[in-house]
């Protein structure tokens, strides 16, 4: 493992380019602010980055070797989430756990995920759903409600899955 090799922006705001979706949904859920767009030119994913002052995760290594992008980005090694979560725990010091502190965001818009009560809720979801879980969170973007029902369970799971295999795997 080499001694820290990159100096990210703190707090650590990401642009993951176009082949991370998947990965960019589960930095959001873990918190991180990240920037994603699906269909982007090189010259408009370089301009956000600076722009914005993020730290570009990229699957390209024609991208990273842009002069422009020298010392903000991190080349994703690996094909896998839960790979490319290891790289990241390990080169940028992704914690791979959600954090009431830092929150949650909109695994679809990147917003801040906020509460909702209970009463207001009722209305949003099944309603075993609301008999079930007392705590719910909503983007104030698109809406979407989110609670921590068998989805998150599973994250949870992968994240631990992930963290084991990280402590166990080869440094
Ligand atoms: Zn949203």
């Given at each position: 493992?080499?001694?820290?090799?990159?100096?990210?922006?703190?707090?650590?705001?990401?642009?993951?380019?176009?082949?991370?979706?998947?990965?960019?949904?589960?930095?959001?859920?873990?918190?991180?602010?990240?920037?994603?767009?699906?269909?982007?030119?090189?010259?408009?994913?370089?301009?956000?980055?600076?722009?914005?002052?993020?730290?570009?995760?990229?699957?390209?290594?024609?991208?990273?070797?842009?002069?422009?992008?020298?010392?903000?980005?991190?080349?994703?090694?690996?094909?896998?989430?839960?790979?490319?979560?290891?790289?990241?725990?390990?080169?940028?010091?992704?914690?791979?756990e959600v954090n009431h502190q830092r929150g949650?965001?909109?695994?679809?818009?990147?917003?801040?995920?906020?509460?909702?009560?209970?009463?207001?809720v009722i209305p949003l979801v099944p309603p075993?759903?609301?008999?079930?879980?007392?705590?719910?969170?909503?983007?104030?973007?698109?809406?979407?409600?989110?609670?921590?029902?068998?989805?998150?369970?599973?994250?949870?799971g992968r994240l631990a899955a992930a963290r084991?295999?990280?402590?166990?795997?080869?440094?």
């Amino acid at each position: 493992m080499p001694d820290s090799p990159f100096q990210p922006p703190s707090p650590l705001a990401f642009f993951a380019d176009a082949m991370l979706g998947r990965l960019a949904r589960w930095l959001r859920i873990l918190g991180y602010d990240t920037a994603y767009e699906k269909v982007i030119t090189d010259e408009e994913l370089i301009d956000r980055v600076l722009r914005e002052n993020r730290w570009l995760l990229t699957r390209d290594g024609h991208l990273a070797r842009r002069k422009v992008l020298r010392a903000r980005h991190t080349v994703i090694a690996s094909d896998d989430l839960e790979g490319q979560l290891r790289q990241l725990h390990r080169d940028l010091i992704i914690e791979l756990e959600v954090n009431h502190q830092r929150g949650y965001r909109c695994a679809d818009c990147n917003a801040v995920l906020t509460s909702i009560s209970h009463d207001e809720v009722i209305p949003l979801v099944p309603p075993f759903v609301a008999q079930q879980y007392r705590e719910f969170l909503q983007c104030p973007r698109c809406h979407r409600v989110f609670w921590p029902g068998t989805h998150w369970q599973d994250l949870l799971g992968r994240l631990a899955a992930a963290r084991e295999e990280d402590a166990a795997g080869p440094r």
